[in-house]
């Protein structure tokens, strides 16, 4: 075994490097990795930012202005949800954030048709 420290090599069963006195540890075989740590049972928690983002994605759907808080909130919940594994509710901001996008485009579809009935009509009259 060597030393991490210096690489002087040392017997496998040593604990101390000989040399410059570093602790010695085993090297662990690839196979032996251990997987990422999953949070104990009964500490999982829903995202905050992920209900809102659905509550919102459906508000969203009488108040245009509301749909773009929903894209808002559905991409900070799903950042979150990237960082901390003990928090669930991804397929809330998933929701959420795709029914902000689809209410948001549906609404200025809506507005721009709505703006060229008006403009023909004072065309035509």
């Keep these: 075994m060597f030393c991490p420290k210096c690489g002087t090599q040392n017997t496998d069963d040593a604990s101390f490097c000989s040399k410059c006195g570093a602790g010695l540890t085993p090297a662990a075989s690839p196979s032996a990795s251990a997987p990422a740590p999953r949070p104990a049972a009964g500490t999982e928690r829903t995202s905050g930012m992920a209900i809102t983002a659905l509550v919102m994605g459906l508000v969203g ?5 509301v749909s773009i808080l929903a894209i808002i909130f559905g991409a900070i919940a799903l950042g979150q949800l990237n960082k901390d594994p ?3 509710g991804k397929g809330m901001a998933v929701a959420g954030l795709v029914l902000g996008i689809v209410v948001f485009i549906v609404w200025i579809i809506l507005i721009i048709w709505v703006g060229s009935a008006i403009s023909w009509f004072y065309s035509v009259y």
């Design 61 to 65: 759907l009488i108040l245009n202005f």
């Design 86 to 88: 003990s928090l669930k």
